[in-house]
Structures are given as structure tokens and as C-alpha cells.
């Protein structure tokens, strides 16, 4: 959230009803970005690996997301598994633990049959190697963590570490959700039931959100704007990158190259297998040998069949230029480009609001007087009126019936609160008469 708000609160029983619960979440989130002018297509939503399936992606038709994915068995898809035996797309390393993720994109991918098109990032890294260090999150497989991002954001506005560190970093709430366990307790058990344990924590809610409009007040900013992610440089095409490190922006879908002859098979015709091997038309396995990098900043990877099967194939015709002629194994190259990202930097706005709830907090130290002035005289005296059995059982009440029965009368003695130290713009916001 841009103003550090809370926006709803939903309960149930256990670990709740999710898709219940995000489907009102989204009538909520829609409401606020209404009420705040906000463009559609600069909402984006974070979500946990709770929600991370193919049924929770159709039901988010109308918003950006990025999600951890909880469904690892996308890692034996063919197509991610033939993504992740080529060269990564990106490295990102934690600030905060300093870990190092190789980041492979594979867009255009269905979590279901029928369900829409997903772009999957896959974040790898080396298990960790003490016994003792517990890993919180992803799946180990060959002694390599495997964490699985969802998203819908275009490749061609938000890099592969775009994603990743819009899910781990900025998008995270987990340092609001600390400051509101310092500064209101909002997790403190304080009722025997469950409806009124949930009434505390809408109330410890809506505290928080008023201290953030009083603080506001008090001490009013500008919204602050972060450069979330740098702008991308374009890269010449006559200045070769050096071949150490892949381009900034990550690799577009792999392609095969054409053959120069015709009747000739082409690089089509050796489609990429999941272990990360070509297969030949005749059944054969191509191996990669080589890693070259292009002038245009392109990655070239060489696969080389086996020239004892290339001598006794009976295809040898079709698929070599110079026919029987050559005494070399067919070669067929794979090719990466650097994917085409907008120039424009990622820009990130907000509140520093931590200081304006502080300042808020300081008013509890403010000196007040309360005067409660006489009781109205009775004019005339009344006998309590009976009540029936189920006036008697409050609970069986309506909730309207138990407002009436709450409500303050006329009768009662009238209170005056004096606040002492108020500034007087916070006292006109909240319309105060002042002295």
C-alpha cells in the first residue's frame, strides 16, 4: 500500500477460506483505488504462496500480480525444464542475506488446461550446506533450491529481478506487520470469543490508519518517489558484451538457427529436449560444446552430434550442406537474444510514514481534563419497564435492537473533554473548537 494502510480484514475458522477471502479482498482493493484516483495498471498485488495455483490466477482477470508459486511440480514441465539447461537470464543477490539467485523466465506457460497463460520466473540457488540452518522456503532437488514466481507483467516493462524483488522487498508487509505488533499489540488475546478477538483486530485497524491521517496532519510531506530499478541502457550492437556476464535485461525465447541451403533440415527440425540436449530427425542426441557470444549481444550455444552415427545415418543427405561428402558431425546452434526493455526506470511511490505515526503517538502525553456536568432533572418519576425473556438474552437480539438499548437518552449527564497542547491544525482537521 502507497499510504501504509490497512484496507479489510477478514476471519475464519482455521487458516480461513482463501479464495473467499481474496475474491473480497479485491472488491476492497477496487474500491480503494477508485476512492484514490489511481490508475488500473499501476495496482499490483502481492500475494504469498497460499495462493500460488492455477485457480487463484483465473480469478485475478483484472489486476497485476506476482506470486509465489506453491506447485512445484512445474518443474517437470518440458518447456521450464529445457529453459533451465540454457544459461540463466539473470543473478540476484539479497542485500539482507546475501544470497545468490540465477534467474531463468519462462513466459507464456499454463499452470492448467484450460487456465490462462502465466509467466514463470525460476529463482535457483545452492542449498545450504550447515545442517543446522533451517531453509524457510522452495523446493531442494539435486542439492539446488528451486522458488517459483507467477506473474502476468509484460517482459518488455519489467526484467526477471524486476519480479523477483518487487515479491521480496518492496512488496513484502512483513516490516509493517512488525511496527504494528510494537506499536499497537493488535495479536494479544483479549476476548473469550472468536467474532470479538476479530472486532479487536478491525479496531487495532482502524487505530492505525487514523494515526496515519493525524500524523499527516501533523506533520504533512510530499510523496517520496524511489528508483526502484535503474533504466536499462540500450546496448550497441557494434560494441561486443563481454562474455562473462549475460545482458541486464534477461534472454528472449530461445530459436533455432535456418539453414543456408534448401531441402535441407534446419535447426526446427532438432527440437530442445528437457535434459537440455537437441534430438536429431533421426533420433539421435546433440550435445552442447560451446558458448559463444555475438556481436549484437546475442548468446550462441553449439550442439555437435556424434559423427559415428552421423556416417551410418540414412538422413545423412538432408541434413549435412555438403551432403556425404563432409567428414564432420552435423552442428545446430541455439540462439538467445537479449530481450528489448523499455528505457524507462521502474519508479516506486509512497509515504515514509513511520515518523508521522510517532509523531501522532507523542499526543498521548497530552494533558486532559474531563467535567461532567449535573444530571437533568427528572420531571417525572417512571417504574423500569419489564423486560421479556428475550430482551433478558441479549444475545438473541438484533443488532439494531441492541443500539436502541445502548443508546445514550437525553437524561443522561453531559461530559467535557479539555485537550491541552493540541496544534492547532490538527484541531481544525478534525473540526475541535479551539480557545
Known sequence: MHTHQWVASFGNPGNGHYREELRRAKAAIQMYVKAHSLPAERT?????????????????????????????????????????????????????????????????????????????????????????????????????????????????????????????????????????????????????????????????????NLRLELGHQLAPEPMRTTEFAPALSVQNAHAPTPPVSPPASGYAPPVSATS????????????????????????????PHEHRREADGSLRVVYGASIRRCRSCPLREQCQWNGSTTAKPRQVSILL????????????????????????????????????????????????????RAQRAHYRLSWDERLARNARTDQAERITLTLFGIPDRLATFLGLATT
Not at 125 to 153: M, S, W
Not at 260 to 287: E, I, N, V
Not at 348 to 368: E, F, G
Open 337 to 388: 537474444h537479449p530481450l528489448s526493455v523499455g528505457s524507462a526506470p521502474l519508479l516506486w511511490r509512497d509515504w515514509h510514514r513511520r515518523h508521522q505515526r510517532h509523531a501522532c503517538l507523542r499526543l498521548h502525553r497530552q494533558h486532559l481534563e474531563v467535567q461532567m456536568e449535573p444530571v437533568l432533572p427528572i420531571t417525572s418519576a417512571s417504574s423500569p419497564p419489564t423486560l421479556s
Open 260 to 287: 543456408w541451403k534448401a531441402d535441407r533440415f534446419t535447426g526446427a527440425d532438432f527440437p530442445l529436449q528437457p535434459d537440455g540436449t537437441l534430438r536429431c530427425p533421426a533420433g539421435s542426441t546433440l550435445l
Open 44 to 208: 499490483l498485488l502481492r500475494l504469498d504462496g497460499q495462493y500460488g495455483s492455477g485457480a487463484v490466477v483465473s480469478d485475478l482477470d483484472n489486476f497485476s500480480y506476482v506470486i509465489r508459486s506453491k506447485g512445484y511440480g512445474l518443474l517437470d514441465h518440458p518447456a521450464i525444464q529445457a529453459r533451465l539447461h540454457l544459461p540463466a537470464d539473470q543473478h540476484l543477490t539479497s542485500a539482507e542475506s546475501g544470497v545468490c539467485r540465477a534467474l531463468y523466465d519462462c513466459p507464456d506457460q499454463r499452470l492448467c488446461e484450460n487456465g490462462p497463460l502465466v509467466r514463470v520466473i525460476v529463482a535457483t540457488h545452492p542449498a545450504p550446506t550447515c545442517a543446522k540452518k533451517k531453509r524457510q522456503v522452495g523446493f531442494i532437488r539435486d542439492g539446488i533450491v528451486y522458488e517459483l514466481f507467477l506473474t502476468n507483467l509484460p517482459q518488455s516493462a519489467f526484467t526477471a529481478s524486476d519480479v523477483v524483488s518487487l515479491y521480496l522487498h518492496r512488496g513484502a508487509f512483513e516490516t509493517a506487520l512488525s511496527d504494528e505488533d510494537i506499536e499497537q499489540e493488535p495479536d494479544r488475546w483479549c476476548s473469550h470469543s472468536a467474532w470479538g478477538q476479530e472486532a479487536w483486530q478491525i479496531v487495532a485497524q482502524w487505530t492505525w
